[in-house]
């Protein structure tokens, strides 16, 4: 049995920069709600024009994660996508980075996680490379959220807290034994799946159909009744994310005989930065202890955790034999954690 660590990682986010006020120019929301409420400051968001996608966006940020990594293009084995916004229905991302990345052919495969994607992807990566099949795997977790979302005032509760972004990280065959991904725990409870959802366009709701809803009300539903804007039961999904967040913490401190004293860096999904600071809270942990950057990139779904890591480890927050843990709550709902011996 092999053991998988990190050995590239790379983040792409589009330039252009929109703060709480610019969206309260288009909108009844204000910059105090904003960050009282999430930590938010800013976020990106693609420019019309600009060139970015979701696709784009993930083949920037995969080419440092290779570069870093010292890997060429030649030796991925593997390439796993991560997103809940792909350019197109089909075919995922996943086969768009393969072509960017001027790839004869390598196997490629999408994972539709949402918030928990990235780490999703990570363990389906370390399964890959843990059993021998594959050396090297290039996961990619992006997202382009602004071409989606509700900018009036019906959809605030959810726009605001949403960024486009992507991050990267190249896994591949760790030599040491002990450094590297320890563990990772995937959890999902589909009960709850519309609670963080969107339901269309999809294969029983098309986009004629939503048309011809949305013109029938005369363009004035309730959030939750527009199918084709993403829908979100705020409170609901808080109080399930801190309590599944600190458990699944817990169960991958404890598989590998840890206790939250023993995290050097903790990598939350950056949802809110109040699930943030209850998790520090509830585990003592000290500020250098977590990585939050929420306040300038908002939410970004699959892409928040790379992004986070690789601000982490360029800003020299995360050395050699760091215990990292990854924790990630979203739709679905869905919700995993990961060790890392770096
Ligand atoms: O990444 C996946 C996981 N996601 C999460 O974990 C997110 C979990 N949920 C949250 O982060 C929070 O529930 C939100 C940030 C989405 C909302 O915060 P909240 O404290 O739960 O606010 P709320 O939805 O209860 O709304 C409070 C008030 C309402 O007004 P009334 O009914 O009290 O008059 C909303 O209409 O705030 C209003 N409101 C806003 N006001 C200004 C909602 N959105 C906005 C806004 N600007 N953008």
């Known amino acids: 049995m092999y ?26 929301t204000n910059d105090a709600w904003i960050q009282e409420r999430t930590g938010i400051k800013e976020r990106r968001h693609i420019k019309k024009g600009d060139g970015n996608t979701t696709a784009s966006m993930g083949f920037k940020a995969a080419k440092i994660a290779l570069e870093r990594a010292n890997i060429s293009k030649d030796e991925i084995d593997l390439i796993v996508f991560a997103t809940l916004s792909p350019d197109y229905y089909f075919p995922g991302c996943g ?161 590998n005989g840890l206790d939250v004293k023993d995290i050097d860096m903790l990598i939350p999904h950056q949802a809110n930065l109040r699930i943030s600071q209850f998790i520090q809270q509830k585990f003592q942990l000290r500020d250098d202890q977590v990585y939050n950057n929420i306040q300038r990139y908002g939410n970004t779904t699959a892409a928040s955790i790379p992004i986070a890591l690789t601000e982490a480890w360029e800003e020299g927050k995360i050395k050699e034999g760091d215990t990292i843990v990854l924790a990630a709550f979203g739709s679905g709902f869905t919700w995993a954690s990961a060790v890392i011996e770096w």
């Open 3 to 28: 053991q998988s660590k990190i050995a590239g990682l790379g983040k792409y986010v589009p330039e252009n920069v929109v703060t709480n006020d610019d969206l309260s120019k288009i909108m009844d």
């Open 95 to 255: 086969v768009q980075i393969q072509e960017m990345l001027e790839i004869d052919t390598c196997p490629a495969l999408d994972v539709r996680n949402q918030c928990s994607g990235f780490i999703y992807g990570l363990s389906v990566a370390d399964q890959f490379i843990k059993t021998g099949m594959y050396k090297n795997v290039l996961l990619i977790g992006s997202e382009n959220h602004s071409g989606g979302l509700d900018f009036t005032t019906r959809g605030r509760s959810v726009s605001v807290i949403f960024g486009d972004g992507a991050g990267a990280a190249v896994l591949t065959r760790s030599d040491h034994v002990g450094q590297g991904i320890l563990s990772t725990h995937l959890h999902s409870e589909g009960k709850h799946a519309l609670e963080l959802s969107l339901k269309g366009p999809s294969t029983n709701h098309w986009v004629p159909e939503i048309i011809a809803e949305n013109l029938a009300a005369g363009g004035e539903d309730s959030q939750e009744d527009i199918p084709y804007y993403p829908y979100m039961n705020g409170q609901f999904v808080f109080k399930n994310a801190v309590a599944r967040f600190s458990e699944v913490i817990m169960e991958g401190l404890k598989e």
